[in-house]
């Protein structure tokens, strides 16, 4: 019988696995499909200080409320009669606060230069995953958008964040790639890149020499409670482990409620276009702000466009509208062409204070949450596999407050 049961093999649940075998736990890993099968795959590959402005925010709420009338728009969300969709829409709204911000970009910042730390530990311990500390440029197109682009830089810039404005000429010296005439753009130093799929890949590949035990195609059929502790129903076997650590991303919320437990979580369905043979490449990865698109070069010569929030969507269904704007909003503001290439879309677990859910539950002495992750999957997975090794291994309390997976509880 295993120490740790880890339900879910995306990036953060092969981190948690790791982190905790190298603590000495008999670890066993659950993944209903294959591993970095959802939202692990196909992202940005971002580990960006410089991008810790949580989804909640005050520009957030009046922008959302306009682009929620465009279906092809970088937010939208897909109204429906439900109230958990309603209650977190309300929530979401609740958090768009100077205050909010204030108290939460500290922790996504900290959090963000932790994943680097870890990543160059991984990096020195063989792990190769096309992890560069390049930096990143956020491009903008309009005055407005730069003038609020400042400001943001400004903000990060208290908190550690190295930022260098560009204007007029310096935008495209920095970046040959970026077309003439946009308003500005601001490149920070200190941020880093890789290979999401290669980085699930090396995961998977060391957590197994190490002696975890990753099972494919074995889903979490739901939790199981004992008093203060819970087991695993899986494929009628029952799974009893010291820990179990819930880290199976947008299924999260549903497999928590067979343990009368509620995380308000909502899916966000992200897109990426996958060029396999570009005609040039940035020299660093690039924002296209407005557009809310990331554009990332990888070094075999790929280059990734991947952007939108389609928040309430529960499918993997391509919408030909949404991947058309990526492509237009590339051509925009790179002098790339951005036809063809290869479609993908998963789906991302969002609070609505746009901060994770990591840490234990207070009632379930043996669970430990590691969800919510939203856009920042593989920018924060080392460092919330930190803090699930710390909780699992010294009863860790409830770990940050501010992350603790039961604060919604309140409202």
Request: hydrophobic letters at 45%.
């Amino acid at each position: 019988m295993a120490d740790a049961v880890v339900v879910g093999g995306g990036v953060v649940g092969l981190c948690a696995a790791c982190w905790l075998r190298r603590a000495g736990l008999e670890v066993t890993v659950l993944e209903r499909a294959q591993p970095g099968a959802g939202a692990s795959w196909g992202n940005a590959g971002w580990v960006v200080p410089s991008h810790s402005t949580p989804l909640a925010h005050p520009g957030a709420l009046g922008r959302g409320l306009r682009w929620m009338l465009d279906p092809a728009s970088p937010l939208w969300v897909r109204l429906r009669p439900e109230r958990a969709l309603w209650a977190w829409v309300l929530h979401f709204a609740r958090f768009c606060s100077t205050a909010h911000v204030q108290r939460a970009l500290p922790i996504l910042v900290h959090l963000q230069r932790r994943s680097l730390e870890l990543y160059e530990e991984l990096c020195a311990r063989g792990l190769a995953f096309g992890f560069r500390r390049s930096g990143s440029l956020s491009a903008y197109r309009t005055e407005e958008g730069f003038r609020e682009g400042l400001e943001e830089a400004r903000l990060l810039t208290e908190h550690g964040v190295e930022a260098q404005p560009l204007v007029g000429r310096s935008a495209v010296e920095r970046e040959p790639l970026l077309r003439e005439g946009l308003a500005g753009a601001v490149y920070f130093p200190q941020d880093a890149h890789l290979d999401p799929a290669r980085l699930v890949l090396e995961l998977l590949r060391w957590a197994e020499s190490e002696g975890v035990r990753v099972v494919a195609g074995a889903g979490a059929d739901g939790l199981e409670v004992d008093g203060r502790r819970v087991a695993v129903r899986e494929g009628g076997r029952r799974h009893v482990p010291q820990v179990v650590v819930l880290a199976a991303g947008v299924w999260s919320g549903q497999l928590a409620r067979t343990a009368d437990l509620r995380l308000p979580l909502l899916p966000a369905k992200g897109y990426s276009v996958t060029l396999e043979h570009a005609d040039a490449q940035p020299r660093c990865p690039v924002m296209l702000s407005e557009a809310r698109v990331a554009v990332t070069p990888f070094e075999d010569g790929r280059l990734r466009f991947a952007g939108t929030l389609e928040l309430g969507a529960w499918d993997t269904r391509v919408s030909r509208r949404r991947v058309e704007a990526i492509r237009r909003a590339a051509e925009q503001y790179l002098r790339v062409r951005a036809t063809g290439g290869e479609v993908w879309c998963g789906l991302r677990p969002c609070t609505p204070d746009g901060l994770p859910l990591v840490g234990r539950v207070r009632e379930l002495a043996n669970l430990v949450v590691a969800t919510g992750h939203g856009t920042l999957g593989v920018s924060l997975a080392p460092a919330t596999a930190e803090l699930v090794a710390a909780a699992a291994l010294d009863g860790g309390g409830e770990g940050w407050e501010a992350l603790r997976p039961d604060r919604f509880r309140k409202d």
